[in-house]
């Protein structure tokens, strides 16, 4: 793609997927506010009210869980940190490209829909992924606690829809790429990697299942237009 192809798509971003536009507007701000706004015991307490930890889910789910979406974990300056691949592939590939694709073909309630379906899905399934885990001692007891929020699982779900936008030969190598991306800083813990990758692995899964034939067609699915050659009937005076 040449530079001014990027520079007409940048442009034409906001008019083209003007409810992800906000979204990513909205997610810098509350970023910029995290670091820069508030005290580092503030931030804690803010982040950790809003982690969708066994403890949260337990006591206020709702809060939780839509707290957890109004926020990202990573970096966007630090770029020898390993967190910002991380935030590059999530914040970028997931929500500023994948989202907004999603907006264009569906139209924003469907791709929202979809977004916030693989977030609280994603978060459902890990907790009792969890909670099996601890019952067998895989998991240490303080992951009840764990911080764990942001909008990752949602964006690993669109990623994995978004399998769709692409030509038939990229697709089986883009889904083994969103699959496969999150063990590369997983960590162990019996027969289970961390919470956090069987989270986005169970979040690229949900996205998968929206690439089937009949789940796709439904969701590409548009009001019919009216039949043809009938006649409408009276039409009524005025404008």
Avoid at 36 to 61: C, I, K, M, W
Avoid at 105 to 120: E, K, Q, S, T
Wanted: a positive charge.
């Amino acid at each position: 793609m040449s530079g001014r192809r990027v520079l007409d798509a940048l442009r034409s971003y906001p008019r083209r997927s003007p409810v992800t536009f906000g979204y990513v507007c909205l997610l810098l701000l509350t970023h910029a506010w995290v670091l820069y706004g508030l005290t580092a015991e503030r931030a804690d307490e803010l982040l950790r009210q809003v982690s969708t930890n066994l403890d949260n889910l337990a006591d206020h789910p709702v809060s939780a869980v839509l707290g957890s979406a109004l926020f990202f974990d990573g970096t966007l300056t630090d770029v020898t940190s390993l967190y910002f691949p991380a935030t590059v592939i999530t914040l970028g590939l997931g929500v500023c490209c994948a989202l907004a694709w999603a907006e264009r073909r569906w139209g924003p309630l469907r791709a929202f829909g979809v977004f916030l379906a693989g977030h609280l899905g994603a978060t459902l399934l890990t907790a009792a992924v969890i909670t099996v885990a601890l019952r067998q001692g895989w998991y240490a007891d303080d992951v009840r606690r764990a911080l764990d929020y942001g909008i990752s699982y949602g964006a690993q779900t669109m990623m994995a829809a978004a399998t769709l936008a692409l030509p038939r030969l990229a697709r089986l190598p883009w889904a083994l790429f969103v699959v496969a991306w999150p063990f590369g800083g997983a960590e162990w813990a019996g027969p289970l990697p961390d919470f956090t990758t069987v989270g986005h692995v169970l979040a690229a899964v949900l996205g998968l299942l929206l690439v089937l034939p009949p789940v796709a067609r439904r969701l590409d699915r548009r009001p019919a237009p009216a039949p043809k050659g009938r006649d409408p009937g009276p039409r009524p005076h005025g404008r």
